[in-house]
């Protein structure tokens, strides 16, 4: 078994495939295979590097810098890329160049490995998918929720300085900036180590699995549950309701919750679901009570109200970036009018039409 697989049987196959900084390849080659390395980089950061498995990797990067000479003897190709690399890129070169078995330790407790270290947005659905074009949003693409948007970012700025922050709710009117404000947090402090993970529906009946992925990783994670909604009976509302209170397992200290709802308590309700007051089992309204708590179980719950004309207004100003002459005016007016109504979505939507 060898630490650091070496390359296959055709490297320039793997050196055609590479997305390469500039310089000279090969010793970028190898040195992103340090940084892939899923099984190696999660022992170290799980546990402390022994002496053994030091003694090990000291061998194991002579021989990447044995075979390192060999390709460039062989294959002396000048640069392949032009992007400048990465941090994590530049420390795994220097690991790869003149490091230690410690140097591989901090290099994987700095930036963590594969697709945690080259990006800032994934997707989870039961396995984790890196987003390599991530929503650029920023808060200066929203208007009229200043209160909420501060209290979000205070809350968000807690949980990266590692102080005390809680789950929390956005809720209110479709295309009020919900998603948008969230999208942002990872526009706004990414360069301070966030990365958000957009949970699917599928992924919600993976969380502990999601937990134990992310809980040594040195980054600091934001889970961002979309448009969150369950059926009165969805199982996932219990893996939930566990993450945010009441789980055997803990929710590591860099992990936060937040998600988003058009509705306020999460769960579908029915009068059919409403029990009878003359009902023989009083333990009836406690079931009730228990699926419509959800939501209480956030620490900040933020309104988002639906727009008004002025705000609606104010909005497709702001996004032309200029003030509104009265045709402009009228046309974005007959725009939401025409069934869409008035939301920060609708005049993104016109806006876009007139650019």
């Known amino acids: 078994m060898r630490l650091f697989p070496p390359l296959g049987p055709t490297p320039l196959t793997e050196l055609f495939q590479a997305r390469l900084p500039a310089g000279e ?101 039961g396995q984790m998918q890196a987003v390599a074009r991530p929503d650029p949003v920023s808060f200066d693409d929203l208007v009229g929720y200043a209160r909420q948007i501060a209290v ?8 990266l300085e590692g102080k005390p922050a809680v789950p929390m709710l956005l809720y209110g009117a479709r295309g009020s900036g919900k998603s948008t404000s969230v999208k942002a947090l990872r526009t706004q402090y990414a360069e301070r180590g966030l990365r958000l993970v957009e949970v699917l529906a599928d992924g919600l009946e993976q969380l502990p699995a999601l937990l134990a992925l992310l809980a040594p990783l040195p980054y600091r994670f934001v889970l961002y549950l979309d448009d969150l909604a369950f059926a009165s009976e969805d199982a996932r509302f219990h893996r939930l309701k566990a993450l945010l209170e009441g789980a055997v397992y803990q929710r590591p200290a860099n992990v936060l919750v937040v998600a988003t709802s058009n509705r306020r308590n999460l769960v579908a309700q029915h009068w059919a679901d409403r029990p009878d007051p003359h009902a023989p089992d009083p333990a009836a309204w406690d079931t009730l009570q228990d699926k419509l708590a959800l939501a209480d179980r956030f620490g900040l719950v933020l309104t988002f ?28 007016l007959r725009f939401a009018l025409e069934g869409r109504g008035f939301s920060g979505r609708t005049a993104r939507h016109f806006a876009h039409q007139i650019l």
Request: aromatic share 10%.
């Open 25 to 125: 390849p090969w010793a970028w080659v190898l040195s992103q295979r340090i940084l892939a390395d899923e099984a190696l980089a999660r022992r170290l950061l799980e546990e402390p590097l022994s002496p053994g498995l030091a003694s090990w990797l000291e061998q194991e990067l002579e021989r990447l810098r044995e075979e390192l000479k060999g390709l460039r003897q062989q294959h002396p190709f000048a640069d392949f890329g032009q992007r400048a690399p990465t941090l994590a890129e530049s420390a795994a070169l220097e690991v790869l160049l003149q490091g230690s078995a410690a140097g591989v330790a901090h290099l994987y407790r700095t930036y963590g490995y594969g697709i945690y270290a080259y990006h800032t947005a994934f997707l989870y659905d």
């Open 152 to 159: 979000l970012r205070a809350n968000t700025e807690r949980f």
């Open 305 to 332: 109200p639906p727009f008004d004309q002025p705000l609606y207004l104010e909005a497709v100003a702001h996004i032309l970036g200029r003030p509104l002459d009265e045709a402009t005016r009228q046309a974005a």
